[in-house]
C-alpha cells in the first residue's frame, strides 16, 4: 500500500492527501515531521514533507508526487488529456506555488507562529502577493474550476495556498486579496464544500496541538 509520509498540518501534504482521495486510492498515513537526522534524510534528502513511499522506495517534491500519481494510478484524473489543457493546468499550479505560496510562506513566522519578520521581505512579500493573485485571475478560467470544468490539480494548489496567502494577506497588510477576485472566491467555497477537503480540514484541526507542540520544542 502508498504510504504518505508528513502531518495533516502541512498544506504541501494535503495537496496530496486531497489526490489520493479523490482518486480513490487506498493509504497509509505514516506521522513524520522529517528534519535533518539520519534517519529523516534516508527517506527526505531536503528533510522536507510530504514523502510518497511505494514499492521502489520513496518519492519527494509535491509537484512530482502528483504527476506520479496521476501517471500511475486508477481513478479520477486530475489533470486534462489534451496536451494544452494539460501544460495550462500544470502551468497554473506552478504560478500558484511560485507566485502566492512561496511569497506568503515567507511571513508565516510572523502571520502565524508570533515571530517576527524583517520589513523588507514583509514589502517584498505584499507586492508579490498582490501580483500573484492578479496573474491568476488573467490565467484561470474558473469555469467553474481553475482550468476549467473539472477539479484538477490547479484546484488543489490553489486551495492549499490562497487560504495561507489570504490569512497573511489580512494579519500583516489589513488586505482582502480576492476583493477583486469574485471567481476566486467563488471556487474557493465551492471546493470547501469538498466532503475530502472537509475531511481533511478536520484532521488538520485534530492535529494541530501536536504540531504547535512541536514547534515549541524547536524554539
Not at 496530496?16 to 528534519?35: D, N, Q, R, W
Not at 488573467?138 to 486551495?159: Q, V
Amino acid at each position: 500500500m502508498i504510504k504518505l509520509y508528513g502531518f495533516a498540518v502541512s498544506n504541501y501534504y494535503n495537496m496530496v492527501k486531497l489526490a489520493l482521495l479523490e482518486k480513490g486510492v487506498p493509504f497509509e498515513e505514516v506521522p513524520f515531521f522529517a528534519g535533518q537526522t539520519p534517519e529523516a534524510l534516508a527517506i527526505s534528502p531536503r528533510g522536507k514533507i510530504p514523502v510518497l513511499g511505494v514499492d521502489q522506495g520513496f518519492i519527494n517534491e509535491t509537484s512530482v508526487i502528483l504527476e506520479y500519481l496521476e501517471q500511475t494510478q486508477p481513478g479520477k484524473k486530475l489533470l486534462p488529456t489534451d496536451p494544452f489543457e494539460r501544460a495550462q493546468a500544470l502551468a497554473l499550479a506552478k504560478e500558484i506555488e511560485l507566485y502566492i505560496e512561496l511569497p506568503a510562506r515567507a511571513c508565516y513566522g510572523e502571520a502565524f507562529f508570533g515571530m517576527s519578520v524583517p520589513e523588507a521581505i514583509k514589502d517584498k512579500t505584499r507586492v508579490e502577493l498582490v501580483e500573484g493573485v492578479a496573474a491568476l485571475g488573467r490565467h484561470g478560467k474558473f469555469a467553474p474550476y481553475l482550468a476549467g470544468y473539472t477539479l484538477s490539480l490547479a484546484d488543489i494548489y490553489f486551495l492549499y495556498s490562497i487560504n495561507q496567502a489570504c490569512a497573511v494577506g489580512h494579519k500583516l497588510y489589513g488586505l482582502d486579496l480576492l476583493a477583486e477576485q469574485p471567481a476566486a472566491r467563488a471556487l474557493l467555497e465551492r471546493l470547501e464544500k469538498n466532503p475530502h477537503v472537509q475531511q481533511i480540514a478536520a484532521d488538520k484541526d485534530a492535529a494541530m496541538p501536536q504540531f504547535l507542540a512541536w514547534i515549541s520544542s524547536k524554539k
